[in-house]
């Protein structure tokens, strides 16, 4: 195994020699890296298709274009994020003033999950870098090829202990969380966090978390129908549902249950999702092929459910009649397939989401503006959408995270950048005119002064 130990480490002294802290340092290497990705973009596309089908289309807008805008961000506003800001100072420390500086955490890990492997892998590396920390990244593996050519990409053109790619599993992943990272950042399952956080915890290292959930879907009788439709399968079924963020499923008042279904089994056909079809993402491995299997009622299938297990297709899958305790409903699905509840009224939808984990995003369509107070106010989810599924996620002035079981933490654009950074106050005091108030001898007098300065 390669002596990552020795590599950390250089990392560590590297970023003591304070280069990694220079505006110009920071800018220099995100134009670096954009321009290094768009020279590559061909040997990664060609990666990821050959890992799980995902088409250039796909690949383009839900992973590379995500990576240069979050770029472009930082070079349009580093400037400005790393000004020191001036804060006010109350009355007992004047003669004074105070400021927020923002203070690069120093060496982090950076843990990627495989189904979107390099937006979420590269993403926060991105706001690392604005951030002036050196970065060990760790691609999820399973995706093998794609985590081959980050390595290239990164290895062959960054120094190790600026920024460095760890290619490997469970054993090389193990062997760095041992080490005294300043952050660590995991995208992947609660599961999975759980063992993070716990070796984190160990030598007390600040840590967020993405991880995923059940996602619920609110469908209620004021909804637009046709655009419901539209957006939930998109939004379902794009990355063939191996997506954080996907509704994972729909409750849909009962009353429009079967024409937003007829809806939908539309919408899937005009998309083309057909087996052999480029533009559809396949199911990353046999095994979670087998785990999605699992969880098909084919007794309840509404639409979809052919297969190939060959080719590790699954067709988009409706399934209808699904009740709170179906295998389907007790885990994260993660795959295509749509299972559908109902509702009868609004307040007991909410109930029944409040019974599951916190989730990552939540999901109203409706047309009635109370019923998305009460849904915001009521439910605590990561973030989401109101008539529309995902896209909350594609706007980099809005933080991304969970809450609870789906992760801590946020990150993408400001965010991103104060995730990987300390916010140091300082007060800075003058040397003058200091009344003798908060040194003993302690009289009454000084007390009765105190007492109203400090109210
Ligand atoms: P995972 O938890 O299995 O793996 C994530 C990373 O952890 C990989 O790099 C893997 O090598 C590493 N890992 C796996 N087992 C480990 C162990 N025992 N010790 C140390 N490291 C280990 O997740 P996954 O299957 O890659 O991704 C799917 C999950 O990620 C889903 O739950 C999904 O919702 C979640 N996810 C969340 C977000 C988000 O932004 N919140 C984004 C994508 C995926």
């Known amino acids: 195994m390669t002596d990552f130990n020795n590599i950390f480490q250089s990392q560590q002294k590297f970023f003591l020699s304070q280069q990694t802290k220079e505006l110009c340092f920071r800018k220099s290497n995100l134009k670096k890296l954009k321009h290094l990705l768009k020279e590559n973009e061909p040997k990664l596309y060609e990666a990821i298709y050959t890992d799980f089908g995902k088409s ?54 950076v843990i990627g999950a495989w189904n979107y492997p390099y937006q979420i892998t590269l993403l926060p590396v991105i706001d690392a870098m604005a951030a002036g920390c050196t970065c060990m990244i760790k691609p999820s593996e399973i995706p093998a090829n794609t985590m081959r050519v980050m390595a290239e990409i990164i290895n062959n053109n960054f120094a190790p202990e600026y920024l460095y790619v760890v290619e490997g599993g469970v054993p090389e992943t193990t062997t760095i969380l041992e080490f005294p990272f300043d952050k660590i950042f995991f995208t992947g399952s609660p599961k999975v966090g759980k063992i993070v956080y716990e070796a984190a915890a160990k030598n007390l290292i600040p840590v967020t978390l993405e991880l995923g959930g059940k996602s619920p879907c609110v469908v209620t009788e004021s909804a637009d129908l046709k655009v419901a439709a539209r957006r939930i399968v998109w939004g379902k079924f794009l990355n063939g549902g191996q997506t954080c963020v996907a509704p994972d499923y729909l409750l849909v008042h009962q009353s429009v249950k079967d024409e937003l279904l007829k809806e939908i089994k539309e919408r899937i056909q005009y998309s083309g999702y057909t087996e052999g079809a480029e533009q559809y993402v396949r199911i990353i491995n046999e095994r979670n092929f087998q785990r999605i299997m699992s969880l098909m009622d084919i007794s309840k299938i509404y639409c979809g459910g052919k297969t190939d297990e060959k080719n590790l297709y699954i067709e988009p899958t409706v399934l209808d009649n699904i009740s709170w305790e179906d295998p389907i409903m007790q885990e994260e699905i993660f ?16 109930k029944a989401i409040l019974k599951l984990p916190k989730p990552l995003s939540a999901y109203l369509f409706t047309g ?16 989401g959408c109101i008539n529309d599924t995902i896209m909350h996620l594609i706007n980099n002035n809005l933080p991304f995270g969970g809450i609870g079981n789906s992760g801590t933490g946020h990150y993408h654009g400001k965010y991103g950048f104060e995730c990987f950074s300390h916010l140091k106050p300082v007060l800075d005091k003058a040397t003058w005119g200091e009344p003798d108030l908060k040194y003993p001898p302690y009289t009454t007098n000084k007390e009765k002064w105190i007492e109203r300065l400090m109210k």
């Open 56 to 109: 250039k289309f796909d690949t383009f807008s839900t992973e590379l274009n995500m990576l240069y805008l979050e770029i472009d961000y930082f070079l349009k506003n580093l400037n400005k994020l790393m000004k020191p800001r001036k804060i006010g100072t109350n009355l007992v420390n004047m003669p004074g003033s105070s400021c927020l500086y923002y203070d690069p955490l120093g060496c982090a890990l």
């Open 335 to 350: 795959g295509p397939l749509l299972p559908v509840l109902t509702y009868e009224t609004f307040d007991n939808a909410l």
């Open 368 to 383: 009635n503006k109370k019923e998305k107070e009460q849904l915001i106010s009521v439910i605590p989810f990561g973030g």
